[in-house]
């Protein structure tokens, strides 16, 4: 079995090259986000729009002139994305949909039962879409209240989400959060819609998912986790198994990071990647704003060994409970994260309100930094639609982020 041995520094910086976080931009436009979407295999999506949706977030960090029609464009105009369950709600590349082929079946067992209600309106909202075209529960009648998920709805949404589970329609597209379905068969090529499940047996199902999910982040160990979330039926013995036999097979390699008690795992297919990394010497550091359900965060764990860096999505904790706020961002400069903020908009203008700021324990500024960061902050704004950012006086002097004050152009 081959082993690698590195520092914490070097595989910070692996991490960050996998994620397209280090050192610069390596992908840009449509193609910038299909290329980085294959080579993690999902993004997340959270309902929440703060200073835009989670995977806008995502993006933007990552794609050079990233703007949120392109996205669209690949979702909802061109379909070579789609909407769909992986780490929980996710957005995934259309070429990946023969993989979840087990998935759609199992939930069309369930929520397809004869018993559920949902059964009994299935006919008419096939008639209804063949009729009319792409729809949203707010376009049915079918008002009843049924249990559902998290809490009753409307038999309309119910019957619409369990097509969508089992396959039969996708997210056309979307207006704010509210879905509008169509049958999948009028937008995903024949040829993956019908295509066979590539894997035959669980084991195989499980080799091909906790190597994606490797993938997801750059480097990932064998232990519980978020990093794990969404795959079903993966417990420790699943797990264990599609470890061992991914190592077996090659596919994956041990690395033993110093100071680490857990040995990580990279895909060998990323080999090639990390060999060129480890002989640059020197490389222009940049700054980013981090999603709150990044990959990059998703294993939080190893996110506090790699990096020292403890962060906790606080917005479902109370008030009082709170040790920073509502939605906070982390600052990633360089291979380190040296701040948080509180982001939030003008409703009127759009402008970015920084609400507040705190700075890593330890962290040196610079000039240099200063500098970075406020090019870091003038294309987030950019991304955001707006020239201009507000921030409190007194929160201007207690941080020292007069380097954010900038006249716009």
Not at 78 to 101: A, Q, R, V
Not at 115 to 139: C, F, H, N, Y
Not at 194 to 220: C, F, K, M
Not at 346 to 361: C, F, V, Y
């Amino acid at each position: 079995m081959e082993t690698i041995t590195i520092t914490r520094q070097q595989a910070r910086r692996f991490i960050l090259a996998h994620q397209n976080l280090w050192p610069h931009y390596e992908n840009e436009g449509k193609s910038g986000i299909l290329n980085y979407i294959r080579r993690v295999g999902c993004i997340q999506f959270d309902p929440l729009n703060i200073v835009g949706y989670n995977h806008e977030l995502v993006l933007q960090s990552r794609i050079s002139n990233y703007h949120p029609s392109m996205l669209y464009q690949l979702l909802y105009n061109e379909h070579k994305l789609l909407d769909g369950w992986d780490k929980n709600m996710s957005i995934y590349c259309t070429e990946d949909w023969p993989y979840f082929k087990r998935n759609r079946e199992a939930a069309r067992q369930n929520l397809g039962n004869s018993s559920r209600p949902v059964a009994a309106v299935i006919t008419q909202v096939v008639k209804e879409l063949e009729e009319r075209g792409p729809l949203s529960s707010a376009d049915l009648h079918f008002k009843t209240a049924v249990d559902w998920a998290w809490a009753p709805t409307t038999l309309s949404r119910a019957a619409l989400e369990s097509m969508y589970f089992w396959g039969e329609l996708i997210i056309h597209h979307k207006v704010g959060t509210r879905k509008v379905y169509d049958f999948a068969s009028r937008h995903i090529p024949s040829n993956l819609l019908d295509a066979p499940d590539p894997n035959h047996t669980s084991e195989q199902y499980y080799d091909w998912y906790v190597l994606r999910r490797i993938g997801s982040i750059g480097l990932l160990w064998n232990k519980s986790g978020d990093a794990w979330l969404g795959i079903s039926g993966l417990k420790s013995e699943e797990r264990n198994g599609a470890f061992k036999r991914l190592v077996e097979s090659q596919k994956i390699i041990e690395v033993c990071v110093e100071g680490l008690k857990h040995a990580l795992y990279m895909r060998s297919e990323d080999k090639p990647l990390f060999d060129k990394l480890m002989e640059k010497k020197r490389t222009p550091v940049r700054a980013a704003i981090i999603a709150p359900l990044d990959n990059l965060l998703w294993e939080r764990q190893l996110v506090r060994e790699i990096f020292d860096f403890e962060y906790r999505w606080e917005v479902y904790k109370p008030l009082n409970e709170r040790k920073y706020g509502y939605y906070v961002l982390p600052v990633l400069y360089g291979d380190t994260f040296v701040a948080r903020f509180e982001p939030g908009r003008d409703k009127k203008s759009g402008a970015l309100i920084i609400k507040n700021w705190w700075w890593e324990p330890g962290i040196k500024r610079s000039v240099k930094m200063y500098t970075d960061l406020l090019h870091c902050f003038k294309k987030f704004i950019g991304y955001l639609g707006t020239d201009t950012v507000r921030i409190d006086d007194a929160l201007i002097e207690r941080e020292g982020l007069g380097w954010l004050i900038f006249n716009p152009k």
